[in-house]
């Protein structure tokens, strides 16, 4: 699997954190080993152009997902088969606006913003209220396995 994190946006991030949850992440939803994935993390002017010039939206947003090939998360029997997942995109002043405000720390958002990102690069969505509460479950249990897995790592 290759995973490939870019840093553009001027703040200090642990990559390597980032590179673990990915692959945590991947691993528990079953994505093959041959998938690749690209994570960038860029600066509000970057990301408000990207949020204008994809959803039509403005002002910078904190994560937004570029899928690739369509991949679906797969099974103990059947993992998901090789391919580009896709990018994900970060802002990382914007997480730190949102980690404030929800009292953690900007790099617990990050995670946070990098599990959701990939959701959407394996097809998940939170438009209609079940599909909400099915993605959001996800992310609660990735992210809470990924912190679990964590702190045995460094014990």
């Known amino acids: 699997m290759t995973i490939e994190i870019t840093n553009e946006s001027g703040m200090s991030v642990d990559e390597t954190v980032l ?3 990915a692959e945590y992440d991947l691993a528990q939803l079953r994505v093959s080993s041959e998938a690749d994935l690209a ?3 860029v600066d509000e002017g970057a990301m408000e152009s ?3 010039q994809w959803m039509d939206e403005p002002g910078p947003t904190d994560v937004l997902s570029f899928p690739m090939d369509e991949l679906r998360p797969g099974t103990d029997d ?7 997942l896709g990018d994900i995109v970060l802002c990382p002043q914007v997480a730190e606006a949102q980690a404030e405000t929800a009292k953690h720390s ?3 958002e990050l995670l946070l913003l990098t599990t959701h990102g990939l959701l959407h690069l394996l097809g998940f969505d939170h438009v ?3 599909e909400e509460r099915e993605m959001f479950a996800i992310q609660r249990d990735l992210l809470i396995g990924f912190h679990t897995a964590e702190r045995h790592r460094t014990a």
């Open 50 to 52: 990207l949020h204008v």
């Open 106 to 108: 900007t790099m617990d």
């Open 78 to 84: 059947l993992p998901t088969p090789a391919g580009l």
């Open 19 to 21: 590179l673990r949850l």
């Open 128 to 130: 209609e209220p079940e």
């Open 39 to 41: 994570i960038l993390l």
